[in-house]
């Protein structure tokens, strides 16, 4: 398929450059790097076929829970006992 695309002519000679020290075509390299930038574009249309693009997360203990959030009366009174920097 022929298309046209507005693109810097520095670019389009460094295009080409690269393509006859590769011992290519233009287009052959051209449809490389557009092929490469968009297999890290996740799409809509098939999310069962996605990598997740988000590098994971880091992930650290905490040194443990200090009281059950569950039990109301018991956070409270750790809160109360907590003044910002240490418990008293």
Do not use: H
Not at 44 to 69: C, F, H, Q, R
């Amino acid at each position: 398929m022929q298309t046209t695309l507005n693109i810097d002519e520095t670019i389009v000679e460094r295009l080409y450059a690269e393509a006859k020290r590769r011992g290519t075509t233009a287009s052959a390299l051209a449809e490389a790097g557009i092929l490469n930038i968009l297999k890290e574009v996740p799409t809509a249309a098939t999310p069962d076929k996605l990598e997740d693009p988000w590098p994971e997360l880091p992930k650290w203990t905490s040194g443990g829970e200090l009281v059950d959030i569950t039990n109301k009366e018991e956070l409270y009174r750790v809160m109360d006992e907590y003044d910002g920097f240490r418990y008293v």
